[in-house]
């Protein structure tokens, strides 16, 4: 039996958990408009990846929903409550800034994951799975620049606020 099947489970599992977690942080941080709207764009990105995974699943007789075998670090997701009235305090910043740094690391999973799909279906020769990976891993590429981005903008305020 090939890995496969592991790594289709895996993935889906990395893309729900990163839906999850965008729709968490997006939440969280709803005053700051950017991040509210762009992490809620990208978490529906993620559940559509999970979608099309587990249609691919289904179509090779895989039921996804059973955690994968490979051990994953799940994302926090709910480890702290939304700042509220303290928005605007030094420790929003940095809560901002901890909540992208795990986005950012949940993307980068679910980014090696569709790479190492797409090299498995071309080793395979599986148009399908292939086509799934070209399709969905260049969005995952994009939530990583996203997550980069704002990393890179908001650090040095956060950062070195007194």
């Known amino acids: 039996m090939t ?3 592991q790594l289709l ?4 599992h990395g893309e729900k958990q ?3 977690a965008l729709g968490s942080v997006a939440e ?3 005053d700051e408009h950017e991040i509210h709207h762009v992490a ?3 978490a529906g990105w993620s559940r559509e990846h999970a979608d099309r995974l587990a ?3 289904d179509a090779y007789g895989l039921d996804l929903s059973e955690p994968p075998i490979v051990f994953r670090s799940p994302l926090p997701v709910d480890r702290r409550n939304a700042p509220g009235e303290d928005e605007h305090r030094p420790e929003a910043g940095l809560l901002l800034l901890s909540d992208l740094r795990d986005l950012h690391l949940g993307a980068v999973a679910n980014s090696l994951s569709w790479q190492m799909l797409a090299q498995a279906a071309q080793a395979s020769r599986d148009d399908r799975l292939l086509g799934l990976a070209a399709t969905c891993h260049p969005q995952t590429l994009r ?3 996203w997550t980069n981005t704002m990393i890179k903008n908001l650090s040095p305020q956060a950062l070195t606020a007194p």
């Open 3 to 5: 890995g496969i099947p």
């Open 9 to 12: 489970r895996g993935t889906y």
């Open 18 to 20: 990163l839906a999850e």
């Open 28 to 30: 969280r941080h709803r």
């Open 40 to 42: 809620t764009d990208l």
């Open 55 to 57: 249609d691919t699943g």
């Open 143 to 145: 939530q990583m620049r």
